[in-house]
């Protein structure tokens, strides 16, 4: 017999369950097997006159009526987990929904060791990073980290527990070859997106100067691919050198290549123009204490909702409801039914 040719013509979320029907006649099956089974053990033992006189016992007819509504109210059960819906009568919302892929491509170079920003740079990304993405809660978020070289050290995942597990990581030494090539680590972050539609969004971090690897060029590769560059760029356009205090001694020294102080230069105006080639944003927090959660606020966040999918839609009507009534009502019935004793004839 084909159970759906006997049911409402509804939308049934977990289809599945109807299986559970069988489930329930079998034990209405076996409930009505031990009663039948108990009066036929009482009437070995006694004759139908001492059994009028010695035991009190619901009727035949109510216990087939208690059976029936249990079976009734069993049934009403299921159906109402099976979660029928329909699109009559229900209700027309205009939906916005954010899809977002966040890929936070942070700079590693030893220069983010530099102490204009406590503890140093590095720390404080990491720390505010991870803030960020709180904020991202149920978009998908990855992670790219560069100096010389990219490499890829979270992909994009809904689990931000992971994501903060590979950011905590982050160190100087997760990319081996030292330098600045930030039009690489675009590229790396490019083949982390998949295609289809969503908001797909670099959070590049860097305080750097571009080392040839053409980061416009990435950028138009960003921009028709459909990622947006939010750039926020760290330290002095003018330059200014990189002090580092020593851990174990707390010695601080200035960092020197050939006996020259090392300068750390943000290239301020590459990353602007990355920014404006894809309509993404750019943020110059220099060397003041980074505060990526404002920028979320005040940058990424309004990308994300231009790239909202916004449309009407229908809500269907929930009908589990008076499923739920009825099975109450019949299990209630059934106490009724069964706490009434009546005698058999």
């Known amino acids: 017999m084909n159970i759906w040719s006997i049911l409402p013509d509804w939308d049934w979320v977990h289809r599945g369950r109807v299986h559970w029907l069988w489930a329930v006649l079998a034990l209405i099956a076996l409930l009505a097997a031990l009663e039948w089974n108990g009066r036929d053990a009482l009437a070995r033992f006694l004759s139908p006159v001492m059994q009028r006189r010695l035991v009190t016992r619901p009727s035949v007819e109510r216990t087939v009526a208690r059976l029936a509504l249990v079976t009734l109210a069993l049934f009403a059960c299921v159906l109402a987990l099976m979660r029928p819906r329909s699109v ?9 929904k ?3 892929d966040v890929v936070v491509v942070l700079d590693v170079s030893k220069s983010m060791l530099a102490e204009d920003v406590a503890p140093n740079r590095l720390v404080r990304a990491r720390a505010e990073i991870e803030r960020m993405v709180k904020q991202l809660d149920g978009q998908r978020v990855g992670l790219v980290a560069f100096a010389g070289r990219a490499v890829t050290l979270c992909p994009l995942t809904p689990d931000q527990a992971f994501f903060n597990l590979a950011l905590r990581g982050v160190d100087t030494r997760s990319v081996s070859r030292g330098g600045t090539r930030i039009g690489d680590a675009i590229r790396v972050a490019l083949k982390t997106f998949p295609t289809g539609p969503g908001a797909k969004l670099i959070v590049l971090i860097t305080d750097g100067e571009d080392h040839e690897s053409d980061p416009l060029g990435a950028a138009r590769q960003a921009k028709l691919a459909g990622v947006r560059v939010v750039a926020v760029g760290l330290g002095s356009e003018e330059g200014s050198p990189i002090v580092i205090t020593d851990p174990r001694t707390g010695a601080r020294t200035e960092m020197r290549h050939d006996d020259q102080p090392v ?10 123009k990355m920014a404006l080639e894809t ?7 220099g060397t ?17 909702r231009a790239e909202a ?4 839609r229908v809500v269907p009507a929930e ?11 019949a299990l209630l019935v059934a106490l009724g039914v069964g706490a009434y004793a009546g005698r058999d004839p």
């Open 319 to 329: 009908k589990y409801g008076w499923l739920v009534a009825l099975a109450l009502v």
């Open 288 to 304: 003041s204490a980074l505060d990526l959660e404002s920028i979320v606020r005040e940058n990424i966040t309004p990308i994300l």
């Open 309 to 312: 999918d916004q449309s009407l």
């Open 263 to 272: 300068m750390s230069r943000l290239d301020g105006e590459t990353l602007r």
């Open 98 to 100: 954010v899809a977002a």
């Open 88 to 96: 009559a009568g229900g209700e027309t919302v205009l939906s916005s």
């Open 279 to 285: 309509g993404g944003a750019y943020v110059p927090a």
